[in-house]
């Protein structure tokens, strides 16, 4: 008998505990109006509907507005208002993983990451929020370690609300890196210099973002033999001297509106954008220049320098 009425009770319990639950009002802000409570409230004429009463609670909790509560607030509650009164509760909405997904994606393609396309958003924590704002910056982006054949991620967020609060928001997910090898279509020898021909490009996907090689630039020379089908890494290359020591450089100078040109021996060999110094011939000055194409630069200061 005594466990019967146990039983029962934990079952009024728990439909008293729904009818609650169903009573929560959803309050949309960061408070609660006047407008918020008519429907327990006797409405008049005087009543300002703006007027604030109280604020919102905190996401996830709830606040219970009883009638000796409303008539503090000189408000006059409704006949047959529930003693225990109305419960109130912060809207809340769900992130939407399809709309993050879109998002995510914009932040790494505006930064240059075209490379890195995001697959799937697995977890929102947490999933539902106040309307706000998310912030989503690219150092937040944290790649994890995962299962073979997945590249996973945390994006560490922040939702601003109620114009001053933040709430940290962390989604996981999936996603893939592409990224270009060059490869060497033959055996290649130390000291080649390279064409277009010589490498293919090989496109591959995994975790490792911001490691795709463009073309091989312009001259490039092999320090070490690879073998045909291996890559050819930028640590492999060093770059042609456009302009040897020793050899004629052809000199484009500035003097007021006028261009002049001349000719003078390079002092020591450069390639494109480099500094160095060149010697005219004639007048024995030494002039700095930048080297601009095979045997040919500007003066960056027009004059002899000793």
């Known amino acids: 008998m005594r466990s019967s009425s146990r039983a029962v009770g934990c079952l009024l319990l728990q439909l ?5 639950a169903a009573e929560c009002l959803q309050v949309e802000g960061p408070v609660i109006r ?7 409230i006797v409405l008049q004429p005087s009543i300002q509907l703006d007027r604030i009463l109280a604020s919102t609670p905190n996401p996830g909790a709830k606040r219970w507005i009883t009638a000796a509560q409303i008539a503090q607030w000189s408000l006059s509650p409704r006949e047959g208002m529930a003693q225990i009164g109305v419960c109130l509760e912060r809207e809340l909405h769900p992130l939407r993983a399809e709309s993050l997904i879109g998002d995510l994606q914009s932040v790494l393609n505006n930064h240059g990451h075209d490379d890195v396309q995001i697959l799937e958003i697995t977890s929102i924590q ?16 944290q790649p994890l370690a995962t299962g073979v054949g997945l590249c996973g991620f945390m994006w560490r967020s922040t939702l601003e609300f109620d114009s001053h609060r933040l709430m940290t928001v962390r989604i996981l997910g999936h996603y893939e890196a592409e990224a270009t090898r060059l490869v ?12 277009a021909e010589d490498y293919s490009r090989i496109t591959e996907f995994g975790c490792s973002h911001g490691t795709s090689q463009s073309a091989l630039p312009e001259h490039s020379i092999l320090k070490r033999a690879v073998g045909s089908g291996y890559r050819i890494e930028p640590a492999m290359l060093k770059t042609q001297p456009l302009v040897e020591a020793g050899t004629v450089v052809r000199i484009e100078a500035s003097a007021g509106t006028a261009l002049v040109s001349l000719v003078a021996t390079a ?17 024995g000055k030494r002039i700095r220049v ?6 040919e630069a500007i003066a960056i200061v027009a004059g002899a320098t000793k």
Not at 16 to 20: D, E, I, Y
Not at 34 to 40: A, D, E
Not at 267 to 283: H, K, M, P, Q, Y
């Open 16 to 20: 008293a505990g729904s009818t609650w």
């Open 34 to 40: 006047v407008s918020t409570l008519t429907p327990f």
């Open 126 to 141: 947490p999933l539902l929020v106040p309307d706000g704002r998310l912030r989503l910056a690219l150092t937040d982006f």
């Open 184 to 195: 060497a279509k033959r055996s290649l020898q130390a000291g080649d210099v390279l064409s």
């Open 267 to 283: 002092e020591s060999s450069g390639a494109r954008g480099d500094a160095i110094f060149v010697r005219n011939d004639t007048s």
């Open 290 to 295: 930048v080297i601009t194409g095979k045997g």
